[in-house]
Every structure is written in C-alpha cells, then in structure tokens.
C-alpha cells in the first residue's frame, strides 16, 4: 500500500511506520489513493500536534504541519474545489474546538462526510 | 490628511521602559504616511512618553532617578485613600507614580520623512510604565501625505484598505477563542508586504478583480500569521512585535489550535477562489516552508552554518510566501507566464532581501526584537555566518556558539558582530539583491503598478540603516 503513495510521503516516513498505514488502510476504502492520503495525513496532522489536549514537542508540531501542508497539496492538485472546502472546514471545526471553541463532530466523521460528499 | 489609531502597549513591570519605536515605524508604513507628522499621546496619568537612547545600563540609571526623585517608599496625600473622594474599588496607592509623572511628557510630535520616522541615530522612542503592570494605550494621530491619496488617481487604488477590510472581516466570523489571539497578532501592525505584493501582481493580468485579490491577500497573510504562530512556540519566543506571542499568553496548546484553524481557513478561502493554479501555488509553497522550517530546527546543531545553507534555508522559510505571493496574485489576474515567472522570482529576492534585513534587527536595540533573539535561539542568521569567517573575530565566535549561550556569551557575540562590521556587509547585500528584484521587473509593462512595487521592494529594507 506504501507504493500506491510512496511519492507523496517524503519526510513522513517515520509517521507513515507508524499508524498512517492503518489510517490509510480505512479511508482508501472509501476514496481514491490521493484523497484517502490526504484524509490520512490530516488525520495524523492532528494526532501529532495531540490537538486540544497538551502541547507537543516542537518536532511533532512541525511534522504535524508538514501533514497538513502536504494533505492541502494533494487536494489542491484535484482541483476539486468542494473537497478542498470541506476538507479545510473539518480542520476548523476541530481546532476551534481545541482552542475552546463549540464542539465539534469527530474529525473521522468529518472527513468521511467530506469524501463521501464528493465520491 | 488625518489618520487615527490606536496603539495598545501591555506592561510586566511596575516601572518599565517600553521600546515602541519599530511598532510605530510599522503603523506609519501600513497607513502609508509618506510626509507628515506622528502625534503620540497616552491615555493614562502614570504613562508618559520619552525618546532617549535604548541602552540597558542608561534605561537603570533613568529608572534609578525616578526612584531617587519619588521614592514609592514615601507618604503620598494621594495614597490617603480615606481623605480622598472618588476613589475606584481597587485604585492601587500610586502617588510615587503620579509624581515621576511630572518628569515626563504625556505627548509627542514625531516628524516623518519619505515614510520613515526622522530620529538620530540613538533615538528610540519609549511608553514609560510608572505604575505597571497593565494595558496601557496610546492614541496616535497620523498627519501628512499618504501613498495613496498622493500619487493621483492611476495609483489610488486603497489596496491596503482592501486587505485591512478583507482581514477584518474575515476575523469577524471565526470563534473568539482562535479570533481573539489572531486578531491581536494582526492588529500588531506589520507592512502587509506578502498580501500588497499579491494585491500589485493581480493587476498584471487580463483579470483584474480588486475584492477577489484582497481575498487572496487576506489569506496569505493569515497563512504566514499562523506560521508565526507556531514558530514563535518552536522558538520558545515569548514577545512578538513588543507583545506576548500567542503561545506565551494563550498557552502553546491553544497556539497550536490557533495555528492549525487559521491554516485550515486561509487554505479554505484561496480554494474558494476556484483558481486551481492559485491553489496549487501557495500549496506548493506552504509544503516548501514546512520542509524548511524542520530543516532550520534540524541545522541548529550545525549551528552558524554556511551561506549555501543560509539562503536554502532563507529560501524555503521566508521568500517561498513572497514568491507564491507574486505568482498567485498575477495568476488570479490571468497575467501572461512570463509576467508570472518575472513576479515568481521578484518576490523570492525580495523574501531574501527581507530576511536578511530582518537578520539585523537582532542587533539592533530600537527594532521591537528583542536582542540577541536569534543567537539565543540559534537561528541561521548571515552576520553570524559573516562573522565567524571574520579574521580578528571569527575564531572567538565560532568558540563561544559552539558552547552554552547565557546572558554574558551572547552580549559578547553581540560585540564581536558589531566589531568585525558584517552588519554593514549584510545591509549592503540586502540592498543589492532588491536591486537585483527590481531588474527581474524592469522589462515588464506595469500597467501603472511600477512605483508601488519598487516602493514596496524597498520597503523590504527600509529597516537596514
């Protein structure tokens, strides 16, 4: 399954070793392998920065940010807008929730909801 | 002209000397106050106003007198809260205060010239906490000629106005917990260089749409707000343009949210653009500056390191955002490939021009940064590069970064640089790569927009003096 995405990991190998391949295994279930990569990765973007609970080290942070950085390229290169929107907004939802903002759904949730509006 | 701001000055010390020259600096170029004058005024009775020279022994003699002249040990009628009418529920005895007052002002007149506040060589400008800590404010009158009313109607276009209002209302919609720290961090000031570089390319093209470029605009700057955000954490900074950075007042687990949401949402409002080569732009540039970011923490180990690294790193970090600024801003407008591949690489020399310039403030006791920052940090800094190949300085330099940095290490540093005149070299190499910014543009038809970009390349180094 790495080879299927192989291209789009560099710099995230070490994350990839540990539970991306999973996460991956799940959304590439209901997406293509770019935008179930993408999900992955903002996924694990919010795993690494342990979004709403304590801070992390300042490499994780930045891995967390390559994350998202990269989920963003890969769903810029659709040149889907809608996904792109909605991807984005889940990210907001969650965060503000982080920050001490309103609730929001699980990020899987969201995530899934994005794919699947746009299947 | 009159333009009218407000300028919020936070204290941590009962008596402190707050440095507020680069912070005024920035707001007379954000306003764009070409020739005028910059009234300052506080709003408090134990806040003045001076302008003296920031030197840390003189800023303890001047606070040494004020004690000598009120001592807070002394009987004050004022502090008789019995005897007094009026009194607020917690009103602290601050009589001593009051009475250092006197040796202050309340206002000032600053004179501005070609955009820049007229001030000698060792003027800084200084809010005077007397009865601190608190939220202090300033009001500020701005008076004069601004950029855009002064170049007539080919220039007028309020592209600063556009990007203030888009970032405003932008803002307004987001939940307090992230807005608040964000909107803080923007009203800071800043020169909005990355958003106005967007604003000028836009006009390049077939297409231009001045609400539809501000929108971009706004976006790339809350795109490089949110990377300050997490980097001043990773920097373990605690003061951004004379503020707490977010991670210092916030906490950093609400700065990383607060980095994250505003990420999340500058990527949501470029898709909705529906420019895909936009999208693909500043996607491709904030991945660059991810990258670059892990690259800079991982070269602290190999701190100073080499010019060669220096201006990869420089590349990645800084003038990757005013590159994809250039590019996106003249790919909205539909400008021909050979406008956006010119703009692309005026905004890298500019991004370039930028950091170096930005190198020197670390040196310099009047920038609002506090000094020494980037040794502290060990930061990939080019007069610290320049510095150890110095002949007479550079063994010592490079033996005091290879050991623990105190107080003491990094005053020295700080001497050494100054001493082996690298500043002067790095503020000339600045000024040569915007001359060279400039040539990547010179052939191109501007359509009116020439000015306002060397304006803004300059601008990039107007820090350098």
Redesign the interface.
């Known amino acids: 399954m790495a080879d299927e995405v192989g291209a789009n990991l560099a ?1 995230l190998e070490s994350v990839w070793d540990g539970s991306m391949s999973d996460t991956y295994a799940f959304f590439r279930h209901q997406a293509r392998p770019e935008i179930a990569l993408a999900a992955t990765l903002v996924e694990s ?1 919010v795993a690494l ?8 080290a ?2 994780r ?3 967390g ?2 994350c ?3 989920a ?2 890969l ?3 659709t ?1 889907d ?1 809608e996904l ?2 909605a991807f ?5 939802c969650v ?2 929730e ?5 609730p929001a759904r699980a990020l899987r949730e969201l995530l899934v909801a994005a794919i699947l509006g746009h299947r | 002209m009159i333009s009218a701001r407000r300028l919020d000055v936070p204290t941590s010390r009962a008596t402190e000397f707050v440095d507020i020259t680069a912070r005024l600096q920035d707001m007379i170029s954000a306003a764009g106050l070409r020739e005028g004058r910059l009234h300052l005024q506080s709003l408090h009775t134990t806040l003045g106003l001076t302008v003296n020279e920031n030197e840390p022994l003189l800023l303890g003699d001047l606070q040494a007198m004020l004690e000598r002249v009120a001592p807070r040990a002394n009987k004050y009628e004022h502090d008789n809260l019995a005897r007094r009418s009026g009194v607020v529920p917690g009103e602290p005895p601050n009589g001593h205060a009051h009475c250092r007052h006197l040796l202050l002002q309340p206002g000032c007149t600053l004179l501005v010239e070609a955009g820049r506040l007229v001030l000698g060589r060792w003027q800084s400008v200084f809010a005077v906490e007397l009865d601190g800590p608190r939220n202090r404010q300033l009001a500020l009158h701005m008076e004069g000629d601004f950029a855009g009313v002064a170049e007539g109607p080919a220039h007028d276009r309020p592209d600063r106005e556009l990007v203030e209002l888009e970032l405003a209302r932008q803002l307004l919609v ?5 807005r608040g720290p964000m909107r803080r961090l923007v009203e800071a000031g800043g020169k909005r260089l990355r958003p106005l570089l967007a604003m000028l390319s836009s006009r390049l093209g077939a297409h231009d749409d001045p609400l539809r470029a501000a929108a971009l605009a706004a976006a790339i700057e809350l795109l490089h707000h949110a990377s300050l955000v ?1 980097d001043d ?2 920097d373990q900074a605690a003061t951004r343009r004379g503020r707490p950075t977010v ?1 210092a007042r916030e ?11 505003y ?3 500058a ?2 409002m470029i ?2 653009l ?1 420019n ?1 080569e936009v ?2 732009t ?3 540039a ?2 660059t ?3 670059s ?2 690259d800079d ?1 991982r070269l602290r180990g190999m701190y100073p390191g080499d010019y060669a690294t220096y201006l990869r790193v420089v590349r990645g970090k800084t003038a990757a955002l005013f590159a994809a600024a250039c590019k996106a801003g003249a790919q909205l407008g539909a400008a021909p490939i050979g406008v956006v591949d010119r703009l692309q690489r005026f905004g890298d020399l500019l991004g370039i021009a930028f950091q170096m310039a930005d190198d020197l403030l670390d040196y310099s006791v009047s920038s609002g940064k506090p000094l020494g920052q980037d040794i502290r940090s060990r930061t990939v800094s080019l007069p610290l590069i320049y510095a150890t190949e110095d002949v007479r300085h550079g063994a010592r330099v490079r033996e005091l970064l290879a050991g623990p940095l105190e107080d003491r290490h990094v005053q020295e540093v700080l001497e050494l640089v100054e001493a082996s005149g690298v500043l002067e070299r790095v503020g000339e190499e600045a000024r040569g790569v915007v001359a060279a910014a400039l040539r990547e543009i010179e052939e191109l038809t501007l359509d009116g927009v020439g000015p306002q970009l060397a304006d803004l390349a300059n601008s990039t180094i107007d820090r350098v003096r």
Not at chain 1, 49 to 56: E, I, K, V, Y
Not at chain 2, 174 to 178: A, H, I, L, N, S
Not at chain 2, 251 to 261: E, F, N, S
């Open positions: 710099g973007a920065q342990d979004l709403g609970r304590t801070a992390p300042p490499p942070l930045l891995l940010d390559l998202l950085a990269r963003s390229r769903l810029a290169d040149h807008t792109q929107v984005a907004e889940a990210v907001e965060a503000a982080a920050a001490g903002g309103p | 987001d939940p307090e917990p992230v997490h954490y990773v991670a906490g950093a687990a609400r700065a990383v949210a607060v980095g994250d949401y990420f999340a949402k990527t949501r898709a909705q529906g895909p999208s693909s500043i996607a491709d904030v991945e500056i991810c990258l970011q892990m923490v």
